[in-house]
């Protein structure tokens, strides 16, 4: 008895080291410039991931190939189609046996994952299932039949890591049932330090916009309609945003997507599996061991120039940038529901001379502890980064 609850233990403190707080991909993990290449480069050598999906969680696998198309480098990856193969980075399809999550409480996945762990070629260390439209007809039984099979399989295979996942968008608001069920999945992650791959709140926000469309009864395809009414005819975000940043680089990208399901008209909508597999890496780096605080230097933007530090912060927030030089700017601070909290001008430097490095502090210490998004807006030009106050 004494050995069994000592083997117990070692297995909960193995745990606790490898996931000693919750590590939560939303959309202010969807900047690709933010990730250092050398993560990514890092992320491929030390991690070996498998994935079962159907339709909607191949809208990531989409997202990462239509990366690889444009930039290639280190993001270019090897996959296989089916099934395991310990020579690649992503066994896509990597779980035979059951299409997705299911419905309900069916737990097919978790013997669909354990027979391919337990096979002695395994060598996979990262599992991932996406939902269809599991969440969307759940009930809060099966939300939690799902993620205490979750926790049991971790308990299991103290070295994997398990990717925790919201459903897809279904124009259902703020109040309906999904967001509901995908708020228990989100709660329990952030109390019980999982990884959790926010899918529904990636395709709920548009670079760098504090609005979450997902109020406005958005759908997997991201059309919405701010009154709830019929977003199925309503405007399209992706569409609205491609066409207003007409020089950024995520419309090479989008460009690049070949196919992205559910959301491949008009094709603007496509911007959604660019989004998620910017999401991917930001994750991979990550678990590869990014402190998620380091700027990137591989794709140059206007997002490079600036520095908002520390991470976490405790009551000063720190902007540094050489862009300030000469120019003005306004620094907005929002939490994770779109709400403005603070609004800072910040004066433009005279002009002449050498370029220099200007930091400016901006006062936090009456915001609770959370995550919030920070967003520098200059010539009309504008970054978001994800801060977390402690």
């Known amino acids: 008895m004494k050995k069994l609850l ?5 297995i909960m403190l193995n745990l606790s080291l490898i996931h000693s707080q919750s590590l939560i991909i939303d959309h202010t993990c969807a900047d690709l410039s933010a990730i250092p290449e050398n993560w990514i480069d890092s992320a491929q050598v030390k991690l070996k991931v498998t994935y079962q999906h159907t339709s909607h969680g191949s809208q990531l696998v989409s997202g990462i190939t239509a990366i690889e198309t444009t930039y290639g480098g280190v993001y270019e990856f090897t996959s296989s189609g089916y099934g395991l193969d310990s020579s690649v980075f992503l066994n896509d399809h990597g779980m035979p046996g ?17 027979e391919v762990l337990d096979d002695p070629e395994c060598n996979r260390n990262v599992v991932m299932w996406s939902w269809c439209g599991g969440v ?27 990717i925790y996942m919201t459903g897809h968008l279904d124009g259902g608001g703020a109040n309906g049932n999904l967001n509901l069920m995908n708020n228990l999945i989100r709660d329990y992650c952030t109390a019980n330090d999982k990884i959790l791959f926010d899918f529904a709140d990636i395709e709920s926000y548009a670079p760098d916009e504090p609005q979450n469309y997902m109020k406005w009864c958005a759908l997997d395809g991201l059309n919405y309609d ?12 992706g569409e609205e945003w491609i066409t207003s940043h007409p020089d950024h680089p995520y419309v090479s990208v989008t460009n690049a997507c070949t196919e992205c399901a559910h959301s491949s008209s008009p094709s603007e909508a496509k911007l959604n599996c660019v989004l998620k597999g910017n999401s991917f890496w930001w ?8 402190d998620q605080s380091t700027t990137a230097t591989g794709i140059t933007r206007f997002d490079n120039s600036v520095s908002i530090y520390p991470v976490p912060a405790s009551s000063v927030v720190n902007l540094q940038s050489t862009v300030f030089s000469q ?25 002449g001379g050498p370029a220099r490095t200007e930091t400016v502090e901006i006062d936090v210490s009456d915001l609770k502890s959370g995550v919030y998004c920070c967003r520098l807006i200059m010539d009309n030009k504008s970054v978001t980064k994800k801060l977390i106050i402690k």
């Open 6 to 10: 000592f083997l117990i233990l070692s």
């Open 98 to 114: 059951a299409g997705d999550l299911g419905h309900n409480g069916n737990l097919a996945w978790v013997d669909a994952t354990t």
């Open 136 to 162: 969307s007809d759940n009930d809060s039984t099966g939300i939690y039949t799902y993620l205490n099979a979750m926790s049991s399989l971790e308990l299991s295979y103290p070295d994997i890591h398990f």
């Open 226 to 237: 701010s009154t709830c009414i019929n977003p199925w005819n309503g405007p399209n975000w």
């Open 283 to 290: 994750m991979m780096a990550a678990l590869a061991g990014w």
């Open 327 to 351: 120019q003005s700017a306004t620094f907005e601070l929002y939490d994770l529901n779109g709400r403005k909290l603070l609004e800072k001008q910040i004066p433009a430097r005279p002009a």
